[in-house]
């Protein structure tokens, strides 16, 4: 089977026959990588963000540096919160002010135009595209509404996310005005990254795993739905990560999505138990994984590959982000690893 890696990713999302599975990974150009710090050297990280030709750059270093033929187009998910009206920065982990905690406070929130306001990974996308030729898979993404309203209530990353919950079980309906305010703008957002050319989309509901199966139903699931079904029509596939999700497949796999993203705390054969092969499965090495030797990092890889077996749909990936203190070494061996199987 003679594929090219665009045609091995859909393939593989659509659940279909492939030689050997795709392979990117979660967080692949970042601060592990000596390319990317010196990039950093240079701008901050916001800078990079609103850089169409740095953010082509940095999204091509891994692609380069390993031979992955997948990529994911260099962004962050709170660019639409700052095109919101809060402020964002980066010190010490990102930070949003002013938090959103009432009514008048969603209501004070803007309204933007993707193409105006937030047109950089749009930019992007068609700069690597450039770069890589139309067959070569590159993805958009954005946050889930429901983590991203969970950044602009907390202000910053939790632990507990008191303040979201407090909104959630004591000012429901404020939290589902929020939820309401950040999909309409995340749509276009999203539609306007596979008009560029991403050839799927990621969903990434990093906070989502923090409710239970109910909770998510109530507060997370309908939004992220109504995205799924906003971009539909475009034709390009969607990918849903939940991170500590496990306990949530049922939802995900019936969310519109063609690929369900799993953490490295799911097991591939139960998660396929659960919900059979309505959707394909993208994952879900541990991160960890890759922190000890190349040998190690290969084991593992080759150990991931066989508990997912040769069924069609399945997307190689880590069950999260590449971890800052990774050594590339260790990272070339997983995708050494995953490019010598065939099926």
């Known amino acids: 089977m003679d594929l090219t890696p665009k045609q091995r990713f859909l393939r593989a999302c659509r659940r279909e026959s492939v030689d050997r599975p795709p392979a990117w990974l979660m967080r692949q150009a970042g601060r592990y990588m000596a390319e990317y710090r010196a990039v950093k050297e240079r701008v901050s990280f916001l800078e990079l963000c609103k850089s169409p030709e740095l953010c082509r750059d940095v999204t091509l270093q891994p692609i380069e540096a390993f031979g992955l033929e997948v990529g994911i187009i260099f962004s962050d998910i709170l660019l639409p919160c700052e095109a919101m009206g809060q402020g964002l920065t980066y010190e010490g982990g990102p930070q949003l002010t002013?938090?959103?905690r009432t009514r008048r406070d969603v209501e004070a929130l803007q309204d933007f135009d993707a193409r105006v306001t937030t047109p950089w990974p749009a930019d992007a996308l068609r700069l690597t595209t450039e770069a890589l030729g139309d067959e070569f898979p590159i993805l958009g993404f954005c946050g889930a509404p429901f983590t991203l309203a969970s950044y602009m209530v907390e202000g910053a990353g939790s632990r507990n996310y008191e303040n979201l919950k407090r909104m959630l079980f004591g000012e429901p309906d404020t939290l589902r005005l929020l939820l309401d305010r950040i999909t309409e703008q995340l749509i276009p957002y999203l539609?306007?990254?596979?008009?560029a050319g991403a050839a799927a989309v990621q969903i990434f509901d990093s906070w989502g795993g923090c409710l239970g199966a109910d909770d998510y139903r109530a507060f997370s699931d309908p939004w992220t739905r109504r995205l799924i079904d906003a971009v539909a029509d475009l034709g390009a596939p969607v990918v849903s990560y939940v991170n500590g999700g496990g306990h949530l497949l049922e939802i995900l796999a019936d969310s519109g999505a063609e690929v369900v993203s799993l953490d490295w705390r799911v097991d591939p054969a139960d998660a396929r138990r659960r919900i059979g092969d309505r959707v394909a499965l993208q994952g879900n090495l541990d991160p960890c994984a890759l922190l000890a030797t190349p040998d190690v990092a290969a084991r593992e890889?080759?150990?991931n590959l066989a508990a997912f077996g040769d069924a069609p749909g399945?997307?190689?990936?880590l069950g999260s982000g590449?971890?800052?203190?990774?050594?590339?070494?260790?990272v070339r061996a997983v995708v050494d690893t995953v490019c010598r199987r065939r099926s």
């Open 98 to 100: 002013p938090v959103v």
């Open 191 to 195: 539609r306007m990254q596979i008009e």
């Open 301 to 303: 890889t080759a150990r």
């Open 314 to 317: 399945h997307i190689f990936n």
């Open 322 to 330: 590449v971890l800052k203190w990774t050594p590339v070494e260790c």
